[in-house]
């Protein structure tokens, strides 16, 4: 049992690039987030998922997209890099959020 | 606007006794509170939670107490061990949403 699993682990990226995170989960779980994780700031929901085909935004959602088209993936797409961008990103999901989510061990983001 | 605060950055206690984390929030339409653990270079876990209709969940070591009228919620850790140094994140679930404070780092020295 894999749980949620995210790669790349480690990115450098440069300003103005495109790129997608990957996440995965094998838990059947219908809720999926992203958070990013910046310093001093605990974690910020970007977007998330309540079942395939269903997503919407979180609190912070610019330069960010994303889709669901099946149960178990939940990709993050960054339409093109900034440096604010430059944090830790987890993948998250939960049968309820009431019941806490498993997360991923996240993907450490840096835009030069 | 920062809706659930985590006013320590850090906190130290001796292995046995009694580690407090405390946590205030500002939206009455708060459903659910967790706490999630995170050790570095992994993701958060999850730990216990407690609904806003009740005032105490008790999971092992683990006790989290709600105060609603003064939104305000604690995780007691008792006996605290080495192995509990960690940061130690709250959140409150509304809807969809899920709010983070900005974590408590506890050291629990031996």
């Known amino acids: 049992n894999a749980g949620v699993t995210q790669t790349p682990k480690f990115q450098v990226l440069k300003t103005g690039q495109s790129m997608t995170l990957q996440c995965a989960q094998d838990m059947n779980h219908e809720y999926m987030s992203w958070y990013r994780q910046d310093p001093g700031m605990g974690l910020r929901l970007i977007h998330y998922s309540v079942g395939a085909g269903i997503t919407d935004q979180g609190e912070v959602p610019n330069g960010y997209n994303v889709s669901r088209s099946t149960t178990e993936d939940f990709p993050l797409r960054l339409l093109s890099a900034a440096p604010s961008q430059t944090s830790v990103y987890f993948c998250?999901?939960?049968?309820?959020?009431?019941?806490?989510?498993?997360f991923g061990s996240g993907t450490r983001l840096t835009v030069v | 606007d920062q809706q659930v605060k985590q006013n320590s950055p850090s906190l130290s206690v001796q292995e046995g006794r009694i580690s407090i984390l405390n946590c205030d929030y500002t939206n009455s339409m708060f459903d659910y509170f967790l706490w999630y653990k995170k050790y570095p270079a992994e993701g958060p876990t999850f730990l216990i939670s407690i609904s806003s209709i009740k005032d105490k969940n008790e999971d092992g070591r683990f006790t989290v107490f709600l105060n609603k009228s003064a939104k305000h919620l604690s995780l007691h850790i008792v006996p605290s061990q080495p192995g509990d140094s960690a940061v130690y994140f709250c959140a409150a679930h509304w809807g969809n949403d899920m709010r983070f404070g900005a974590g408590t780092r506890l050291t629990v020295k031996p």
């Open positions: 998250a999901s939960t049968p309820r959020p009431e019941e806490g989510y498993t």
